[in-house]
């Protein structure tokens, strides 16, 4: 069974910091990696992808991935209320490529 | 605005109706997905097409039937669902690119309620 685990949280964060979330998966084979955004009572809302080692940024917010270690990492700059939202690491598994497993999500709370 | 239009919005059924949920897409892409969310619970996939044809089911019990008419809609027919079966219906689609699957996008759900 693949594995994608994330810290339900809530992460509580004041406003203006950084808030740090953290997703662990099991299969050293994935290639394809996302964070998604999802609001109480919405749809996931894709909001990064990272394919390989290192960093990407896209404006306040920056992707980490260590293969090695097998975790992808999402960093929130400058955290706004708007941020409060459940965040869904996903890692896609399958020789196509087309199988997107979601761990569980982490909580936000940006506190004004 | 999402580009994955779903229809209906919500759905209440009984255990022996038959209905249907519908999703549109008009960004070229050729893989579509079905996804089943509970409350406070991640997505978990229930089916795959790849070109039209089904490449994945997640072992998903009969009375849920999905369709692909063509390459922009897809469809799950439901029939004799189950008050557990009650959930947040997500479709997806992405690009495929060399035959894998490129970043998947969501439309806004059907919110199904069975009595």
């Known amino acids: 069974q693949k594995e994608v685990e994330q810290n339900s949280g809530p992460l509580s964060v004041p406003e203006g910091a950084i808030a740090s979330l953290n997703c662990t998966y099991s299969?050293?084979?994935?290639?394809?990696f996302f964070w998604y955004r999802q609001y109480s009572g919405k749809s996931p809302e894709l909001i990064m992808s990272?394919?390989?080692?290192g960093d990407k940024e896209d404006g306040r917010f920056t992707a980490q991935l260590n293969k090695a270690s097998q975790y992808v990492s999402l960093l929130i700059r400058d955290s706004q209320p708007s941020d409060s939202a459940t965040y869904l690491c996903?890692?896609?598994?399958?020789?196509?490529?087309?199988?997107?497993?979601f761990g569980g999500g982490t909580r936000v709370l940006v506190k004004p | 605005d999402t580009e994955v239009t779903q229809t209906p919005k919500h759905l209440v059924m009984g255990m022996t109706n038959k209905k249907s949920l519908k999703c549109e897409q008009h960004?070229?892409?050729?893989?579509m997905y079905w996804y089943k969310q509970k409350a406070k619970k991640p997505p978990e996939l229930m089916f795959v097409?790849?070109?039209?044809?089904?490449?994945i089911n997640e072992s998903v019990p009969s009375r849920f039937s999905p369709e692909c008419p063509n390459s922009s809609l897809l469809n799950l027919h439901l029939h004799a669902l189950q008050p557990e079966d009650s959930a947040l219906y997500l479709c997806?689609?992405?690009?495929?690119?060399?035959?894998?699957?490129?970043?998947?996008?969501f439309g806004e759900g059907s919110r199904l309620t069975v009595l």
């Open positions: 997806a689609s992405s690009q495929m690119v060399g035959g894998v699957a490129g970043e998947l996008f």
């Open positions: 299969d050293r084979v994935s290639q394809s």
């Open positions: 990272i394919y390989s080692n």
């Open positions: 996903a890692v896609k598994y399958g020789a196509a490529g087309n199988k997107l497993t």
């Open positions: 960004m070229g892409h050729r893989a």
């Open positions: 097409y790849s070109y039209e044809k089904l490449s």
